[in-house]
């Protein structure tokens, strides 16, 4: 017999092996019809209803042993004596029902035809057994050789990975040594650039002492400058604000002038008026107030203007 090693083999034979269901289904149903009538013949009228409960109750626990058994055996486990002790009770008590009709009539053919499904039954049983212990083995055959193959790649992978590292390791140091020499290279062209940079900055400060002081005097100079700028500014904003305060003392006297005359001339002209309704009042010196209210008026006008 070839040995299962892939898991699509695995499978086809878990396929194969639920078709043993048709086999326990078939042996059931038969047992059920055959036993039935047995049952009927020790079972008192009334009860005879009951009669396929007990070929159901023996066939239930056939396969409830056969299911049982496969999934400990799936699982790589090995039930203990009584698991075989039931299965093989079991198996036997079916047996008897279905051959007891025909044995208590002594048909000899008979209790070999009705023999043939529950010897079937026991025989399935215990071959489904054998084989869901061959698969499981087939099965951990399988993990333990995927283990082995991760195991090696994962070794594999290391050994790759410990030889990427050493090549890193060297290409590292590589690196480094040639870091160190420009880094060497590079300290020395610095010094001289120091060096360099310290006379360029002896020349630089030199010449900004010497512009420091030229700077100086020129701030001096336009400090005096502004100084004496500032001085004649002060002076001219004084000239400014006499002036414009004795031009606003002159504006202010010319108004207050103007505001003066203006009041002299409303109360002349107020005085004219008064004369004038009186005159209007008396008619005989009408002509005397007129001339002498309407006299005076260019005098007043010149002085105005």
Do not use: C
Not at 98 to 123: E, K, M, R, T, Y
Not at 178 to 186: D, H, I, N, T, V
Request: proline share 4%.
């Amino acid at each position: 017999m070839r040995q299962i090693s892939t898991e699509d083999e695995v499978r086809a034979a878990e396929r194969t092996l639920s078709l043993a269901w048709v086999i326990v289904a078939g042996a059931v149903l038969f047992s059920v019809l055959t036993v039935t009538p047995l049952v009927q013949q020790v079972t008192p009228d009334p009860w005879d209803w009951t009669a396929p409960i007990l070929p159901v109750v023996v066939d239930a626990a056939v396969i409830i042993v056969v299911r049982i058994d496969a999934i400990i055996a799936r699982l790589g486990g090995r039930p203990g004596g009584w698991s075989a002790f039931l299965r093989w009770l079991t198996g036997a008590l079916t047996l008897a029902l279905n051959v007891g009709h025909s044995a208590l009539a002594a048909d000899w053919v008979g209790v070999g035809v009705h023999a043939v499904a529950p010897a079937l039954l026991i025989v399935t049983a215990e071959a489904t057994l054998t084989y869901r212990r061959a698969i499981t083995a087939a099965v951990e055959q399988i993990e333990r050789e995927r283990a082995a193959e991760r195991e090696q790649q994962a070794r594999e992978q290391r050994e790759r990975e410990e030889r990427a590292r050493a090549d890193r390791e060297r290409e590292r140091e590589a690196r480094q040594r040639e870091q160190e020499r420009a880094e060497a290279a590079e300290r020395e062209r610095r010094r001289e650039e120091a060096a360099e940079r310290e006379r360029e900055r002896e020349h630089a400060a030199q010449l900004a002492r010497e512009q420091r002081e030229a700077e100086v005097r020129r701030i001096e100079a336009e400090r005096e400058r502004d100084v004496e700028l500032e001085r004649l500014r002060i002076e001219e904003a004084a000239r400014q604000r006499r002036e414009a305060a004795e031009r606003q003392a002159a504006d202010q006297r010319r108004r207050e002038d103007e505001q003066r005359r203006e009041r002299e001339r409303q109360e002349r002209d107020r005085k004219a008026r008064e004369a004038a309704r009186r005159a209007a009042a008396s008619p005989a010196p009408a002509a005397s107030v007129s001339a002498a209210v309407s006299t005076p008026r260019p005098a007043v006008s010149a002085t105005v203007s």
